[in-house]
Nanobody, 117 residues
Framework: QVQLVESGGALVQPGESLRLSCVASGFIFKFYRMGWYRQAPGKQREFVADITTADSTNYADSVKGRFTISRDNAKNTVFLQMNSLKPEDTAVYYC???????????WGQGTQVTVSS
C-alpha cells in the first residue's frame, strides 16, 4: 500500500534552514506528481509546493523564493529545502502523492516544523 514517510522537521530560529524529506513506497514513484502541504494550529491545510513527473514546480506565494521542492526518483524521495524560515512557517508539513491535476490522493503522517526565537 502507499506509504509516505516525512522526516526532517525540527525547532529552528528565524532565518535558519531545514530540509524535509519524504520517502515513498507502494507505487511507482516516478509516475506521480508529488508535493507538500502544511497545517498550522487552528488553520486549514494549505498548499506549499509540488513537482510534476517532468520536474516542473509550483509554489505558494508565501514561500516562493525561499523554498525549493525537488525529487530523486532513484531513491523514491521528494525534498523540501526551506531557507530563510519565518515564524509564520510553523506548521506540520505533509508529503502528498497527487493526481496529475495536483489533487492530493495520499498523505503522509506529517513532520513538525517550528520556527521560533
Amino acid at each position: 500500500q502507499v506509504q509516505l514517510v516525512e522526516s526532517g522537521g525540527a525547532l529552528v530560529q528565524p532565518g535558519e534552514s531545514l530540509r524535509l524529506s519524504c520517502v515513498a513506497s507502494g507505487f511507482i514513484f516516478k509516475f506521480y506528481r508529488m508535493g507538500w502541504y502544511r497545517q498550522a494550529p487552528g488553520k486549514q491545510r494549505e498548499f506549499v509546493a509540488d513537482i510534476t513527473t517532468a520536474d516542473s514546480t509550483n509554489y505558494a506565494d508565501s514561500v516562493k523564493g525561499r523554498f525549493t521542492i525537488s525529487r530523486d526518483n532513484a531513491k523514491n524521495t521528494v525534498f523540501l529545502q526551506m531557507n530563510s524560515l519565518k515564524p509564520e512557517d510553523t506548521a506540520v508539513y505533509y508529503c502528498i502523492m497527487a493526481q496529475a491535476s495536483g489533487t492530493p490522493s495520499y498523505w503522509g503522517q506529517g513532520t513538525q516544523v517550528t520556527v521560533s526565537s
